[in-house]
């Protein structure tokens, strides 16, 4: 996902990178779910193995691509380059664990919401740590994407589990800090294709011992499903890095809110699930939102 786009101004192209990030990961909630429909059902940390082992080969392969023309560690205090890229890689794992827990004990709707605060935490993020400042617009407009996410996906937020609900809380909030994370590494310029091989070798391995204790046998379906899981996920992760190594996540983290429009249409597609009226209503409030967090 570094797509030759530098004729471009760079806000444009870290909203063109995450958008196309968005579709990845919509691309890899589509089979996530379609697993479990074709043979027995498989525990979240076999899900992130098998998602992050296709993930780990396609980004080795990127990386051994891209080292022939010399690879970039970045620039700085090393001991502050690494310590990034090991928080980036421990909070991007809890967040993919936390996100796939939850969506096998919640509802969907529930799940994904809770997933889609991590915008809202990668601007905090990135305010905090960074000390890149949002604007009163930025933020409103964060605020009502989040809006329309919430009529396309209509969580209950009811009589939710308690460790469910948390993790799936969990899930945006590491995946916010994960996302500030690559936004530091960008700035150090450290390379793209280092950072996802990292942190898909580091979630391989985190993912790794609960196979021992919790394995079921997958049907050659699943296994293919799985495979464009992590094919997905492939897609999400480098655009999403490359994304924030072209712009400040508070001028394009609204773009992020595109998945729920990919997840809506491949929903269609996969599964026949066709949008009411509330889903066509937070389609065009996103849409909006999208356009207004950059009118110029």
Not at 35 to 41: E, R, S
Not at 47 to 71: D, E, H, P, T
Not at 212 to 221: G, N, W
Not at 265 to 281: E, I, K, R, T
């Amino acid at each position: 996902m570094f797509i030759a786009t530098s004729g471009f101004p760079a806000v444009l192209r870290g909203a063109f990178c995450l958008v196309a990030s968005a579709f990845g990961f919509a691309l890899m909630g589509m089979f996530v779910r379609m697993a479990d429909l074709h043979g027995a059902p498989i525990s979240a940390f076999q899900k992130s193995f098998f998602r992050n082992a296709v993930a780990l080969m396609i980004a080795l392969a990127m990386f051994a691509k891209g080292a022939r023309g010399g690879v970039s560690f970045g620039e700085g205090p090393a001991a502050r380059r690494w310590t990034v890229l090991v928080l980036r890689a421990v909070v991007g794992t809890a967040g993919i664990f936390g996100n796939f827990y939850a969506l096998g004990k919640i509802d969907l709707g529930d799940a994904m919401m809770l997933n889609k605060l991590a915008p809202f935490f990668t601007v905090l993020f990135s305010w905090l740590f960074i000390k890149e400042r949002i604007t009163l617009r930025q933020a409103l407009c964060l605020v009502g994407a989040l809006a329309g996410a919430a009529l396309v996906v209509k969580p209950g937020f009811g009589a939710m589990p308690l460790l469910p609900a948390l993790c799936g809380l969990s899930s945006g909030v590491c995946a916010g800090a994960a996302y500030a994370c690559v936004r530091e590494l960008g700035i150090l310029k450290m390379d793209g294709r280092f950072i996802v091989l990292f942190f898909s070798a580091f979630s391989c391995l985190a993912s790794a011992p609960f196979l021992i204790f919790d394995y079921h046998p997958m049907t050659a379906a699943q296994v293919a499903i799985l495979a464009g899981a992590g094919a997905g996920a492939a897609i999400g992760q480098f655009g999403i890095t490359a994304a924030y190594r072209f712009a400040e996540p508070r001028r394009i983290a609204v773009f992020d809110y595109t998945n729920i429009l990919f997840s809506a249409l491949l929903g269609y597609l996969a599964f026949a699930q066709v949008p009411d009226a509330f889903s066509w209503c937070g389609f065009a409030v996103i849409i909006t939102m999208a356009f207004l967090m950059n009118r110029r």
